[in-house]
């Protein structure tokens, strides 16, 4: 105590009962917005790629397995409620055995987005992600084998407002070998290749939101150091993976006003603990606001490891 006066005594008191009053206040108004306000788990289906590249009269086999890849790949991200594709088509099915006479793999090269629309509406479904395989090929390598390489194009479209709401076009291709390998081989190790650019596009667009739990621990000002989200390893979110902090606004849900950045350093099933990285002072007065306050997952790069 040595130095410092009864004014900043008492200062620093009222600091810290006004900071632990605002923060129990705050863990307990979450549940209404963890309850009402957050968007988790979407669901969601992958339906059959069609394909405008004809490569050794395997249009049809490398639909599907590219399918199954990016299905696999979405499934990974641990983010959405996937509906199975078997059910989506049984319903589609039933409305291609309505229009008659089109073989299956022509019907869905052609299927129109207004039946995937209604079929989705009937499962329930808020996003369909289907796409197109835009080249094949297996290319000679100067070691004698061949690289493989699967250009692609993802789209995501929204059930609900019955539009396109996303697409982007994507690159896979096999690593050059030292030795001779086969196509076949080559297109197989491409197909490797198709889950980090998925899982990226996800990321993007898609981003994981939890909402703020508690403060675990604060500076000598009151400055939130470690904080804790209602959210972890269920959600799809990582360990060292970096979030950025968001406000939200009630009855605007798409509204997001980033106040600061912090990095997941213990993370459990639903739960993550952060060090806060920047914004300290702009969360706790947000806190103090009793804003509505989320971690925002940040997309990340090919270097970034997905797991």
């Given at each position: 105590?040595?130095?410092r006066?009864s004014?900043?005594i008492?200062?620093?008191i009222?600091?810290l009962?006004?900071?632990a009053?605002?923060f129990?206040?705050?863990?307990?108004?979450?549940d209404d917005?963890l309850r009402?306000?957050l968007d988790?788990n979407?669901?969601?289906a992958?339906?059959?790629?069609?394909?405008s590249s004809?490569?050794?009269?395997?249009e049809?086999?490398?639909?599907r397995m590219?399918?199954?890849?990016?299905?696999?790949a979405?499934?990974?991200?641990?983010r959405?409620?996937m509906v199975?594709?078997l059910?989506?088509?049984k319903?589609?099915a039933?409305?291609r055995?309505?229009?008659?006479?089109?073989?299956?793999?022509a019907?869905?090269?052609?299927?129109?987005?207004?039946?995937?629309?209604?079929?989705?509406r009937?499962?329930?479904?808020?996003?369909?992600?289907t796409?197109?395989i835009?080249?094949?090929?297996a290319?000679p390598?100067?070691?004698?084998?061949?690289?493989?390489?699967?250009?692609?194009?993802i789209?995501?479209i929204?059930v609900?407002t019955?539009?396109?709401?996303?697409?982007?076009?994507?690159?896979a291709?096999?690593?050059?070998?030292?030795?001779?390998?086969?196509?076949?081989?080559a297109?197989?190790?491409?197909?490797?290749?198709?889950?980090?650019?998925v899982?990226?596009?996800v990321?993007?667009?898609?981003?994981?939101?939890?909402?703020?739990?508690?403060?675990?621990?604060?500076?000598?000002k009151?400055i939130p150091?470690?904080?804790i989200?209602r959210?972890?390893?269920s959600?799809?979110?990582r360990?060292?993976?970096?979030l950025?902090?968001?406000?939200?606004?009630p009855g605007d849900?798409?509204?997001?006003?980033?106040?600061?950045e912090?990095?997941?350093?213990?993370?459990a099933?639903?739960?993550?603990?952060c060090k806060?990285?920047?914004?300290g002072?702009?969360?706790?007065?947000?806190?103090?606001?009793?804003?509505?306050?989320?971690?925002?997952?940040?997309?990340?790069t090919?270097k970034?490891?997905?797991?």
């Amino acid at each position: 105590m040595k130095g410092r006066t009864s004014f900043q005594i008492h200062h620093s008191i009222i600091i810290l009962l006004i900071t632990a009053c605002c923060f129990s206040q705050f863990s307990y108004g979450q549940d209404d917005l963890l309850r009402d306000t957050l968007d988790v788990n979407k669901t969601v289906a992958v339906i059959l790629f069609s394909s405008s590249s004809e490569y050794d009269g395997k249009e049809v086999e490398y639909s599907r397995m590219l399918t199954e890849r990016v299905q696999t790949a979405i499934e990974q991200t641990k983010r959405f409620t996937m509906v199975e594709r078997l059910d989506l088509e049984k319903v589609i099915a039933i409305r291609r055995d309505q229009d008659n006479n089109e073989q299956e793999y022509a019907y869905w090269k052609k299927l129109p987005e207004s039946h995937l629309i209604e079929a989705g509406r009937q499962l329930g479904v808020e996003y369909i992600f289907t796409g197109n395989i835009s080249n094949v090929a297996a290319d000679p390598s100067v070691s004698g084998g061949y690289v493989g390489e699967f250009g692609f194009t993802i789209k995501a479209i929204s059930v609900e407002t019955g539009k396109l709401y996303v697409s982007e076009s994507f690159r896979a291709a096999s690593e050059k070998l030292i030795g001779t390998n086969s196509k076949q081989e080559a297109l197989e190790k491409a197909l490797e290749k198709v889950s980090d650019p998925v899982k990226e596009f996800v990321d993007r667009y898609f981003p994981i939101e939890v909402p703020l739990f508690k403060v675990k621990e604060v500076s000598k000002k009151g400055i939130p150091e470690i904080i804790i989200f209602r959210g972890g390893l269920s959600n799809g979110l990582r360990k060292d993976q970096q979030l950025d902090v968001v406000i939200t606004v009630p009855g605007d849900k798409d509204y997001r006003d980033k106040i600061g950045e912090v990095k997941i350093v213990e993370i459990a099933s639903k739960f993550c603990t952060c060090k806060v990285v920047d914004g300290g002072e702009a969360i706790l007065k947000a806190i103090e606001a009793m804003e509505q306050i989320l971690g925002r997952s940040v997309a990340h790069t090919k270097k970034g490891p997905f797991k």
